[in-house]
Each structure stands twice: as C-alpha cells, then as structure tokens.
C-alpha cells in the first residue's frame, strides 16, 4: 500500500458513479428533539436507511465492482464484525461473485444471519476468533492460500473512496454551511473518506471523530504519533471496537480531524434508547456515536448547523436488555451490592420497608442462606429514579447496621456475580 495515499475529489465523485443504481442517497434529516435540546440545527445522514442498513455497502460495492474479471473469478475474501460483511455479500450477490466472510464468533446473531440473506448462497461464513483482529488474520491467510481478493474493511483505496460519498451526498443535501461534522470511528474509513472530501469541499467545517471509550485505537495512534494496538478492547460497540486502526486511514484521520472524542459505552446506550423512545429510530451502538457525542460539545454548537453520521442500524433485539442495564449503570440509576443479612427472621422485611426508599426498585436478587454462619450473604441489584437516591439509599444502609459491599465499584467482583 501507498502510505503517501489521500483520496482526491475525481476519486469520490467515481466511486459515486460505481454506486449508481446500487446505492441510493440516504437522507439528511434535521432532528427537532435534538435540535431543541442543544438549541442548534442537528441533522442525522441516516446511513441506517441504505439496503443493508449502513454505509459499508458504499465501499465494499466500489472496491469489488472495479475488480478485473480474473480477480472476480477466483472470488473475494473478507473479515468483518458484521456491516462490512453485509455489503461485501450484497456486493457478491449483485455482481455473481463467490465470496467468503470471517467474523467473529462473538457477533450477534441478527448480524450473522443478514449476511447469509443478502449473499443469498454467493457467501460462505466462517465464525473465527473473538475479535476482528482474529477474524482478520484467519482472512488474510485464507487470501494468501486460495489467491481470494481481499477486502479490506477499511484500510483500502477503494474503501475509503465509496465510504467518502458519504461527504459528497452531505454537501450536496445540506443547502447551507455546515460548522460541525461528527463521524464515528473503528477502523477509520468513513471518516478517512468524509473528511478528505470535506476538507476541499467545506474547509471551514470542524471535524470531530467519535470512538467508543473502551477502544481507543485512533485517538491513541494519534496522540502518540503512530499506530498503537490496544492489547485489550470492549467489544460492545462491534461496528467500532477495533484493535488497531488502518495504515491509510490513520495518516488521513491525523490530517482531517479537527478532534477525536470518546464516548462511554454506557452514554451510547442511552443515546440508543432515547433515540427508540423519542424517535423511532433503530440504531446499533457504532449508530449512536456520533449523537452521544453531542453532549461534550454542547456549548461550542449552540446555533450552529451540524451533522451527525448515523452509521448503521444493524442491532440485535436480543440485545435489548445489556443495552438498558449498561445505559442505567451509566446514568447512576442502577446500582449492585452484597448485602449480608442477619439469619432471622425479619431481617428481609426490615431492609424493604426501612432501608429501600419509596421509589427503589429491586431488580436483582441472589440469596443463599449459611446454616452455620451468623449472617447469609445476598447479591442485590436496585433501579432508582434519581441518581441523588443513593446517597440516602446508604445512609439508611448504615443507620439500619447492615453490612454490605458497594459492587458498582468493583469491576472484579462485579463481573463475576452479575
């Protein structure tokens, strides 16, 4: 690879021409409930809408259409946590192209199987590995020995020029100047591909990147001033969590990015959720980025226009509830403890109707009582309204001499009992 290499306007307005009759512009919509509440203009590029519900299409579609017929018989190989999948097998599908997918084996099912319905039979799954980087290497060996095209989820020519239509949909949509661009971040080609185009389009547009806390890959390389691989990551947001960004994208992202901030798992839950609630809007966790960071720049955007990249919408229902337990950890309204409660009678009762306020809620309980023990250990999860309650929560935990251990805090136990 070219490590010189940066997108120029020719290259995305081509890419834009593959893309014809393939991939129709997804709408820029402006959101009044978030316009309201940061008293701006907010509109969402809703990636979520394309056929297979992200923009992976747009650069997987680019880099297999242009391969010569030889490249095309001997089929394509790819890794992939599930979108870039997605687009790769309606890529095959569309184009009569055989092709085989490894992803990881933790990638939800949801994603797995609209895989095998878009590759309808073209595609062959191979689940490797817990993460891309595994699922990654088994791909690149695969390619090596069966002479597959690989497909690079991101850090490919091709891939950062179909992903950068992205860009050239927005300005052509927006109608008027745009001051801030928030893009999320795995690997780095969408926002390798926007950002090139807008920094020769929309100089003047502030760039910021949005990567999950937990997988800090690009923000760290460029902090550090090279590519750095995280030994670990949280996988939870799948269509973001990467190890280690792309050779390309990390020296095009340094170039674009007017800032690169991160966004706790757990604020992305919430963002999900508010967006289901408020919007009817299904977005998966990489989906909700971009809107999760707006709360970090809430007084820079007031009255400005700004776009907020919806990058997929490809969520598991099955996820539902991690996603309201990790949203209500992070707003402080769900909290755990080992409680142990004295071996008699009453001990339950006083502790329900002395020590819970009239709004707490118990929502997990775990008891197991020890015939030669005093007291009997017990695992308690409780939701409250206000974040305020714990602190009274506690105090009446004290005043009642309870003896307890505040999980929330321990990661170690938490983990393990939870």
């Known amino acids: 690879m070219n490590k010189s290499y940066y997108p120029e306007l020719k290259d995305i307005a081509r890419a834009k021409l593959n893309l014809r009759g393939v991939v129709d512009d997804s709408p820029l919509q402006e959101n009044r409930n978030l316009s309201e509440r940061y008293n701006a203009r907010i509109l969402l590029k809703r990636e979520d809408l394309l056929v297979v519900r992200s923009y992976k299409l747009r650069g997987a579609y680019n880099k297999i259409v242009s391969l010569t017929e030889e ?83 991101f850090d490919d020519p091709l891939i950062i020029e179909g992903q950068g239509t992205v860009g050239l949909e927005i300005l052509q949509q927006a109608g008027q100047p745009i001051d801030y661009l928030f893009v999320p971040i795995g690997g780095g080609g969408l926002i390798s591909g926007v950002g090139s185009y807008f920094r020769e389009m929309s100089p003047s547009t502030r760039i910021i990147g949005v990567e999950p806390a937990g997988a800090p890959s690009m923000k760290r390389s460029i902090e550090e001033g ?117 071996q008699r009678a009453g001990a339950l009762r006083i502790f329900t109707d002395q020590v819970l306020g009239p709004t707490d809620d118990i929502t997990f309980f775990e008891y197991r009582k020890k015939t030669n023990r005093e007291n009997g250990p017990a695992v308690i999860g409780i939701e409250l309204q206000n974040k305020d309650d714990l602190t009274r929560l506690i105090q009446r935990l004290d005043k009642h001499g309870f003896i307890y251990e505040y999980l929330n805090d321990r990661p170690d136990l938490f983990q393990i009992l939870i």
């Open 71 to 153: 490249e095309r018989g001997k089929g394509v190989v790819c890794a992939s946590a599930g979108n870039h999948a997605q687009g790769v097998a309606y890529a095959c599908q569309a184009l009569g192209i055989k092709g085989k997918i490894y992803m990881p084996a933790t990638t939800p099912r949801q994603k797995i199987t609209q895989v095998r319905m878009f590759g309808k039979g073209n595609i062959e799954i191979v689940l490797k590995g817990d993460t891309f980087d595994e699922s990654n290497f088994a791909a690149l060996s695969d390619s090596r020995k069966s002479g597959r095209c690989f497909i690079h989820p």
């Open 226 to 342: 090279k590519l750095v691989s995280l030994e670990e990551i949280d996988k939870f947001v799948d269509g973001a969590a990467v190890q280690t960004p792309g050779k390309l994208t990390f020296e095009i992202c340094r170039k674009v990015t007017d800032e690169i901030v991160l966004v706790h798992e757990g604020k992305t839950c919430t963002k999900i959720l508010e967006l289901y609630n408020q919007d009817a809007i299904v977005v998966e966790p990489a989906g909700a980025l971009a809107i999760a960071a707006l709360d970090h720049y809430s007084d820079q955007i007031r009255g400005k226009t700004v776009v907020c990249i919806v990058s997929g919408s490809n969520n598991d229902i099955t996820r539902t509830e991690d996603i309201k337990e990790r949203s209500l950890l992070y707003e402080g309204l769900k909290h755990y403890f080992i409680v142990r409660f004295p």
